[in-house]
């Protein structure tokens, strides 16, 4: 069994633990970068004061510091005008201790995402959110994958789950996480069905699938009866319930009796999704300063 595999015996389902992951990827990362002759560069930008933004991009900021990176965080306020946000990252893009370019979303709605996504240096796009990004991975080119898919990814290699030919249902379509990951899995030789909300029957697509990944932000959404036995669970969701509690968007207790492995929420998805942020920015880093050629 590989160590960041929990195993409890009162379970059948693996707990694939992405916050023990995401550690050693950290430390691996922080090794990389002390033999560095520079610093990589992150630059985190947020409009607004969206309490849950805050939390992330604190997150986002510590985790690069934390391996070594520079890590500047710019905060403006919620009147900010399109145009303002544009020329903060027409600078961003001309800094050249600048590798990576995040700007947290969701943006005040006076600010188009689009508009802000497509200003961002496809070079220093750690999010992999530019349609030339996009549209790579989509070709199966080089790109700067979208970091949550990128997280998910890895915890499916280090879990050993076999990819080639299985069944994989995607359940949400969005830029963010169904879309990419399913392109993703796809590239992995899955056979991938994505759900969305005008699926006829989304609990029947869900038990046909061996690898199931949840991302359609309701909580508790998938029931235990329509993860299949035997089945490797992601649960991408992470909803605040009224009484406080963080849950995902599966049933975790009536889904890990019987699935192969299951993500935890927290614990799962999430510190993978920062992991692979920290590493697409040292991917950026060395490719902008010759380390890595550009074309990979
Ligand atoms: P999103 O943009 O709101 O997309 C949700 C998707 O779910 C949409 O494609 C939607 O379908 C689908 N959907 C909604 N209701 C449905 C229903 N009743 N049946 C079937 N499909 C339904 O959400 P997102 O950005 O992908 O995020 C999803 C969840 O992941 C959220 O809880 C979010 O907080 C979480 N998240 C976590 C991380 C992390 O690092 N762990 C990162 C990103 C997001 P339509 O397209 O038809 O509307």
């Known amino acids: ?79 900010t005008t399109e145009q303002v946000l544009l020329s903060h990252i027409a600078r961003l893009n001309d800094h050249p201790a600048i590798d990576g370019i995040l700007v947290q979303l969701p943006l005040p709605s006076q600010i188009r995402p689009q508009a802000v996504v497509e200003a961002i240096d496809p070079a220093k796009d750690v999010d992999g959110f530019h349609p030339l990004n996009v549209g790579r991975l989509d070709a199966g080119a080089p790109a700067f994958a979208p970091c949550t898919p990128l997280g998910i990814m890895q915890l ?20 963010i996480v169904g879309r990419p990951i399913s392109r993703l899995l796809l590239a992995a030789d899955a056979t991938v069905t994505v759900v969305h909300s005008r699926t ?62 299951i993500t935890p929420v927290p614990g799962g998805v999430g510190p993978m999704t920062i992991a692979a942020l920290l590493q697409n920015t040292l991917r950026a880093a060395e490719k902008r300063r010759g380390v890595l050629p550009t074309h990979q």
């Not at 359609?216 to 998938?222: D, L, T």
Request: aromatic share 4%; with cysteine; proline share 4%.
């Open 156 to 175: 499916l290699a280090e879990a050993d789950v076999a990819l080639r030919g299985a069944r994989a249902v995607v359940l949400g379509r969005s830029l």
């Open 1 to 79: 069994m590989l160590c960041w595999l929990r195993y409890d015996a009162s379970m059948t389902a693996r707990i694939l633990d992405g916050r023990a992951l995401a550690r050693r990827i950290e430390a691996e990362l922080a090794a990389k970068v002390a033999e560095l002759p520079f610093r990589p560069g992150l630059a985190v930008v947020m409009v607004g004061e969206n309490p849950a933004s805050r939390i992330y991009v604190r997150n986002k900021e510590r985790a690069a510091l934390r391996v070594g990176f520079a890590a500047e965080t710019l905060v403006l306020p919620a009147s």
């Open 200 to 261: 006829r029957d989304v609990a029947a697509e869900c038990r046909r699938a061996e690898v199931l990944v949840a991302a359609v932000g309701r909580p508790e959404f998938v029931r235990g009866d329509w993860v299949a036995s035997q089945a490797v669970v992601i649960d991408v969701g992470i909803n605040r319930l009224p009484d406080g509690r963080l849950v995902g968007d599966v049933a975790f207790s009536e889904c890990v009796d019987h699935a192969a492995a």
